[in-house]
T-cell receptor
Framework: SQQGEEDPQALSIQEGENATMNCSYKTSINNLQWYRQNSGRGLVHLILIRSNEREKHSGRLRVTLDTSKKSSSLLITASRAADTASYFC???????????FGPGTRLSVLP | DAGITQSPRHKVTETGTPVTLRCHQTENHRYMYWYRQDPGHGLRLIHYSYGVKDTDKGEVSDGYSVSRSKTEDFLLTLESATSSQTSVYFCAISPGDATVFFGPGTRLTVL
């Protein structure tokens, strides 16, 4: 079963607005990562947050982690058309080296 | 797609034929992974390797086999392709920490 589950499945916003995506997971984790996938391309790593961190920033990205709720959120501020992509959260499974991905959130930023 | 190539990038084949996909890395990373990506399922792990000749099954390994005779190459074989194996296949590599890097993907169509 999938470790990470993103919500919503699809999100459509206007350029300049903020976009928030959520991820829930089922078991204890050491870290959680967010990836972006542009149409027809491979996944690109965006940001990693460790289990002892609550919030992390990288440019226009802000990630939060609530281990008590087993959830994470990705906030993209001042969105641009170029942010249009699918976004995935990933966790490492309990056996160590496998990365488990959710089904993703498809973000459309309209100009 | 740092240091990861996949071949072929596109393939159309017929049901019942064998198919081999190749992943090649120049990063000398220990871990290599094969995922398939299908609408609504995100990425699902097929097989992974934690060293030369060391491989193990993932979530959706039925109908697939892998081999890793050299650090840089990880082969995925469909012994007898079926229409349900039509998908986009991604190779990924990791040095063993929290980072994982993806190849550009192979689009496989089984008619």
């Amino acid at each position: 079963s999938q470790q990470g589950e993103e919500d919503p499945q699809a999100l459509s916003i206007q350029e300049g607005e903020n976009a928030t995506m959520n991820c829930s997971y089922k078991t204890s984790i050491n870290n959680l990562q967010w990836y972006r996938q542009n149409s027809g391309r491979g996944l690109v790593h965006l940001i990693l947050i460790r289990s002892n961190e609550r919030e992390k920033h990288s440019g226009r990205l802000r990630v939060t982690l609530d281990t008590s709720k087993k959830s994470s959120s990705l906030l993209i501020t001042a969105s641009r058309a170029a942010d249009t992509a699918s976004y995935f959260c990933a966790t490492r499974d309990n056996y160590g080296q496998n990365f488990v991905f959710g089904p993703g959130t498809r973000l459309s930023v309209l100009p | 797609d740092a240091g990861i190539t996949q071949s072929p990038r596109h393939k159309v084949t017929e049901t019942g034929t064998p198919v081999t996909l190749r992943c090649h890395q120049t990063e000398n990373h220990r871990y290599m992974y094969w995922y398939r990506q299908d609408p609504g399922h995100g990425l699902r792990l097929i097989h992974y390797s934690y060293g030369v000749k060391d491989t193990d099954k993932g979530e959706v390994s039925d109908g697939y086999s892998v081999s890793r005779s050299k650090t840089e190459d990880f082969l995925l074989t469909l012994e007898s392709a079926t229409s349900s194996q039509t998908s986009v296949y991604f190779c990924a590599i990791s040095p063993g920490d929290a980072t994982v890097f993806f190849g550009p993907g192979t689009r496989l169509t089984v008619l």
